[in-house]
């Protein structure tokens, strides 16, 4: 069965940091570029950034550059996304992606960015 | 970065049709633009519909179908269903960067 877990969301104050990971099992992870995307409350998607099969090419929306950075392990099967800098409006559901045309996704992580 | 742009919401009645567009602020929709839908319902992570244009999902409902409508990229839904009431986003890949549409909230009634 195909799965993407993610982790490490939680409520966290602004100006901190958070790493999510994210767990993929049921298909070879290493074969396919893996992207971050989140929703804050009632609002609707947001790319965040993505990064290829190997780590060679990252990208990233304009708003987290500089704060964010994402990475992988393919011997672990998994993604990350490193948050420095946290801002409330970083606040979101955040789901990792994978596979060769967005076929899988997770079920989220909440982030919540307040004092 | 460009902003991608979709219908607020949308109403079809059950058995009907209704077109859902995605245009982009740079110009011309092309298939060089890979658009991508995706269906959100309440609650739930997003599910991908359709990619590169017009391509399917081994899950992906035959009545929904995707193009490109002039100068946008479109998704048709033929014969609504109850069960298609929800959220539908569109995606562009720009060199570089992606960038999802607003969404279209479709009600079906």
């Known amino acids: 069965e195909v799965q993407l877990v993610e982790s490490g969301g939680g409520l966290v104050q602004p100006g901190g940091s958070l790493r999510l990971s994210c767990a993929a099992s049921?298909?070879?992870?290493?074969?396919?570029?893996a992207t971050w995307v989140r929703q804050a409350p009632g609002k609707g998607l947001e790319w965040v950034a993505n990064?290829?099969?190997?780590?060679?090419?990252?990208y990233y929306v304009d708003s987290v550059k500089g704060r964010f950075t994402i990475s992988r392990d393919n011997a672990k099967n998994s993604l990350y996304l490193q948050m420095y800098s946290l801002r409330a409006e970083d606040t979101a559901v955040y789901y990792c992606e994978a596979g060769h045309a967005a076929d899988y996704w997770g079920q989220g992580t909440l982030v919540t960015v307040s004092s | 970065q460009a902003v991608v742009t979709q219908e607020p919401s949308l109403t079809v009645s059950p058995g009907g049709t209704v077109t859902l567009t995605c245009g982009s602020s740079t110009g011309a929709v092309t298939s060089g633009h890979y658009p991508y839908w995706f269906q959100q319902r309440p609650g739930q992570a997003p599910k991908t519909l359709i990619y590169?244009?017009?391509n399917k999902h081994s899950w992906t409902p035959a009545r929904f179908s995707g193009s490109l409508l002039g100068d946008k990229a479109a998704l048709t839904l033929s014969g609504a269903q109850p069960e298609d009431e929800a959220e539908y986003y569109c995606l562009l890949l720009y060199s570089g960067p992606w960038v999802f549409g607003g969404g279209t909230k479709l009600t079906v009634l």
């Open positions: 990064i290829r099969q190997d780590g060679s090419e990252k």
């Open positions: 049921g298909f070879i992870f290493s074969d396919y570029w």
């Open positions: 590169d244009t017009s």
